[in-house]
């Protein structure tokens, strides 16, 4: 039986860098994650048209920057010409990676099919000193990261609960679950854990929800407003 992370143990973890206080996604709010003391940032890793591996959560930049389009139709030359907000551009992996290296841990969240090998051989190739999750919503994407490497850590995201999350945690061989705050229950953190599963939620901003979230024996609590774990 996995063991329970007491409260004081749970992994704090920026939610696309400190999203709420600099802009998503960018390198200033993957500093201000830092800053904050985090364990963790996740991030969101999309492909340009020429094959960049660049950080958007959405398909497209009209949301984050004031560029339009879709990103799988821009070069990254155009993408990083763009405002993501405060002046901040969209960076790309690479310059993620060096950033956060020695400073704080990643969890790369695959957004689109096919990214894995590449996203993997970048995070080998930059030399990365810390702790790396990939995670995804898309869970043939994790069981490409498995192939590639059997000791990678995986978080299986779940926008809606399985039959049997615990069953197809394990069937992905995955490391950890991602279960969203309206789905979690104690006795399902319970269940993860028997099966030595570890268990962080998203996306948890209510000083309130926090509280709540805690007592249930979470390993990570993902949030916008960090500081306030």
């Given at each position: ?46 492909r340009t048209a020429d094959g960049a591996l660049v950080l958007l959560h959405d398909e ?43 400073r704080i841990g990643l969890i790369l969240e695959l957004k689109m099919p096919g990214l894995?090998?590449?996203?993997c051989a970048t995070v080998r190739g930059s030399g990365f000193n810390g702790s790396v ?97």
């Amino acid at each position: 039986m996995a063991k329970e992370n007491p409260q004081r143990g749970i992994l704090r973890i920026g939610h696309r860098g400190a999203c709420g206080y600099r802009p998503e996604n960018t390198l200033a709010s993957i500093e201000h994650a830092i800053t904050l003391g985090c364990h963790f940032t996740e991030v969101d890793v999309q492909r340009t048209a020429d094959g960049a591996l660049v950080l958007l959560h959405d398909e497209q930049v009209n949301r984050t920057t004031n560029g339009r389009g879709h990103i799988a139709e821009l070069v990254l030359e155009d993408v990083q010409k763009l405002d993501a907000g405060s002046g901040q551009k969209v960076p790309t992996l690479e310059e993620t990676l060096a950033i956060a290296s020695g400073r704080i841990g990643l969890i790369l969240e695959l957004k689109m099919p096919g990214l894995t090998y590449d996203a993997c051989a970048t995070v080998r190739g930059s030399g990365f000193n810390g702790s790396v999750i990939y995670a995804s919503f898309l869970h043939e994407e994790l069981q490409h990261v498995r192939r590639i490497d059997p000791k990678a850590q995986t978080l299986a995201l779940f926008k809606r609960l399985p039959r049997d999350p615990v069953a197809t945690a394990i069937s992905l061989q995955a490391t950890h679950v991602g279960i969203r705050i309206d789905t979690v229950t104690k006795p399902l953190v319970h269940r993860l854990h028997d099966a030595r599963l570890l268990v962080f939620v998203y996306t948890v901003d209510n000083p309130a929800a926090i509280k709540r979230v805690k007592m249930l024996g979470v390993d990570g609590i993902i949030s916008d407003f960090p500081d306030r774990l």
